[in-house]
């Protein structure tokens, strides 16, 4: 039973910093593409970041240069790293894994395990 886990969202001012943490439980997540989405109300959820089971990381437009996605397979761990936030990246933010080592090219229908989300404001 897969359960993935998020933490460290909150509230940030203007060009500030968090980081966004997830847990996953029941399988390793060193095989399979992790990614991370992001949900406003109203609005089609989408795709922030991806981490492939090699390592190799893609980013949506909005966030590359102020995002960086990893991980740490020792304890399972899927982190987001979020510098210079903007009120734009205010969302919910989800963690999730597809089953299969890659990320690129894959729609977000294609991820089958979710954690509830953690809500990240910026003002």
């Known amino acids: 039973h897969v359960q993935l886990v998020e933490s460290g969202g909150g509230s940030v001012q203007v060009g500030g910093s968090l980081r966004l943490s997830c847990v996953v439980s029941g399988d390793s997540i060193s095989r399979y593409c992790m990614g991370w989405f992001r949900q406003i109300p109203d609005k089609e959820r989408e795709g922030v970041a991806g981490?492939?089971?090699?390592?190799?990381?893609n980013y949506a437009d909005s966030v590359k240069g102020r995002f960086t996605i990893s991980r740490d397979n020792a304890k399972n761990t899927l982190y987001l790293q979020m510098n210079s936030l903007k009120p734009e990246d205010t969302a919910m933010y989800y963690c999730?894994?597809?089953?299969?080592?890659?990320?690129?090219?894959?729609?977000?229908?294609?991820?089958?395990?979710w954690g509830l989300g953690t809500q990240v404001t910026v003002s």
């Open positions: 981490i492939e089971s090699d390592g190799s990381t």
């Open positions: 999730a894994r597809r089953d299969g080592p890659y990320c690129l090219g894959y729609p977000e229908a294609e991820y089958h395990y």
